[in-house]
């Protein structure tokens, strides 16, 4: 009886201890590096670093041009570019009473360089807004905005 008793408690021992082993195995994930974003990264108004934002306002004082439903096809430490809608108000006759109309444009965003308020990151310090077809009256098909720093 003892011996069965001795051979018992080594047994349950070894499964205590093996049960163990696999739980702490399952529970700790392989260590992998870090994954570090290189790719610069778009200022907004309020200094908020975003990465393809679906919008954004281009005339912080205001409000009246925003771009809208952006679709990010590329997004790398280059370039960026974006399909969307830039929504601007025609301020006829004054901005007040004016309506908001919407253009088809491509977005791209370029010259990447090195954030002043967080220098480990980099932005984007220019922004080129093409116009498909109809665009604002005075814009160019191509309008290029500097980037807030």
Same mark, same amino acid.
């Given at each position: 009886?003892?011996? #069965? ?14 049960? +163990? +082993?696999?739980? $702490?195995?399952?529970? #700790? ?9 290189? +790719?610069?990264?778009l200022v907004d108004c309020q200094f908020t670093k975003n990465v393809r934002p679906a919008d954004f306002i281009l005339a912080c004082g205001d409000g009246n ?11 790398? #430490?280059? #370039? ?26 491509? !977005? ?20 080129? !807004? ?11 098909? $191509? ?7």
């Amino acid at each position: 009886m003892r011996g #069965s008793l001795v051979g018992t408690t080594v047994t349950l021992a070894a499964g205590a201890l093996l049960t +163990a +082993a696999m739980t $702490t195995a399952s529970a #700790s994930p392989p260590t992998a590096p870090e994954a570090h974003w290189t +790719a610069p990264v778009l200022v907004d108004c309020q200094f908020t670093k975003n990465v393809r934002p679906a919008d954004f306002i281009l005339a912080c004082g205001d409000g009246n041009s925003r771009l809208d439903g952006l679709t990010w096809v590329k997004w790398d #430490s280059e #370039s960026a570019v974006a399909e969307g809608v830039n929504v601007v108000n025609d301020c006829d006759p004054y901005c007040a009473k004016g309506v908001f109309r919407s253009y088809h444009v491509t !977005v791209r965003l370029d010259r990447p360089a090195e954030w002043k308020k967080d220098p480990d990151v980099k932005r984007w310090t220019r922004m080129s !807004v093409t116009y498909d077809d109809a665009r604002p009256k005075g814009f160019t098909q $191509t309008m290029v905005y500097p980037l807030w720093d």
